[in-house]
């Protein structure tokens, strides 16, 4: 297939840029091929539940087929619990994380009596933060609305501990050692690419960020070469919105040799100096 393909138990996504009549007969092909493959193998789609998304504002927006069926065309999919759409933006991604979150705080408050800062931060770390955490860095927000929707759960459920009621948010935030939700997703995306650039996670880093691994600036010799982009959409994606963080990041942090060591190097920095939840699992 000259397409790529990205599979994922019984899910399947088939990936191709597409600019004229000729880049649509290629999709169109490896289509074919695909269905030519599960009819040899009898496991056939679905192709009711099979659509095309198209990305971007210059799209053609051609039509494909499966067999004899005509592909219909989605705006919005859910996958693997993330909400994606069209124009990439994930105002509702942010808006069900944090109705999920809510909806936890409410049991919480209804089925506990003790609400000490012991219990509540357990809980909370448990039961509620991992619905802000899912995939965030795909869909990490960057409207400030979007980003206030997120930090209010925080606000709602740190008021709950005694004797917090009263005191400002950030107030909180010092007293019980958590960061912003803002800040711990600056702290993932940190994580992530660390990740990638030691091979945890399969992606080649030099397909999508130009490292500057001899630079003679100060700093660290990993730095990402910034790349101007137009879009505000493109500007916050992964590896365009990483790479001045990443960039401001000591030598020892850049080349720890665990991930534990990475995020104690990455505690004291500037950009999250002043928190005490960097370690928190």
Not at 62 to 78: A, I, N, P, S, V
Not at 162 to 190: A, F, P, S, V
Not at 234 to 262: C, D, G, H, M
Request: hydrophobic fraction near 35%; glycine fraction near 4%.
């Amino acid at each position: 297939m000259q397409s790529e393909i990205s599979k994922f138990a019984d899910d399947t996504k088939v990936m191709c840029p597409i600019r004229n009549t000729r880049d649509q007969q290629k999709l169109q092909q490896d289509l074919n091929e695909l269905m030519t493959w599960t009819e040899k193998w009898q496991m056939k789609f679905n192709v009711n539940k099979c659509s095309v998304m198209h990305f971007g504002y210059a799209n053609p927006k051609f039509k494909y087929k499966m067999g004899d069926q005509e592909l219909q065309e989605t705006e919005e999919e859910k996958d693997l619990g993330v909400y994606v759409n069209s124009s990439m933006k994930f105002g509702r991604q942010c808006a069900e994380s944090v109705k999920k979150a809510n909806r936890m705080i409410g049991i919480i408050k209804r089925n506990f009596t003790n609400f000490d800062r012991k219990v509540v931060l357990n809980l909370y770390k448990a039961l509620v933060r991992p619905h802000l955490d899912y995939c965030v860095p795909v869909w990490k927000p960057y409207l400030r609305k979007d980003i206030q929707l997120l930090e209010g759960v925080q606000r709602r459920m740190t008021k709950i501990i005694h004797g917090m009621r009263n005191k400002t948010y950030e107030e909180r935030l010092k007293e019980l050692r958590l960061m912003t939700i803002e800040q711990r997703h600056l702290r993932q995306d940190m994580i992530t690419f660390y990740n990638i650039t030691q091979g945890r996670i399969n992606m080649q880093v030099d397909n999508y960020v130009d490292i500057l691994r001899e630079s003679n600036t100060r700093g660290h010799n990993m730095k990402i070469r910034p790349s101007r982009v137009r879009l505000e959409v493109r500007k916050n994606s992964y590896f365009k919105r990483i790479w001045k963080a990443w960039n401001e990041l000591p030598q020892e942090a850049v080349t720890a040799q665990t991930l534990n060591k990475f995020k104690n190097s990455i505690a004291e920095c500037g950009i999250f100096k002043g928190r005490g939840d960097l370690l928190s699992r």
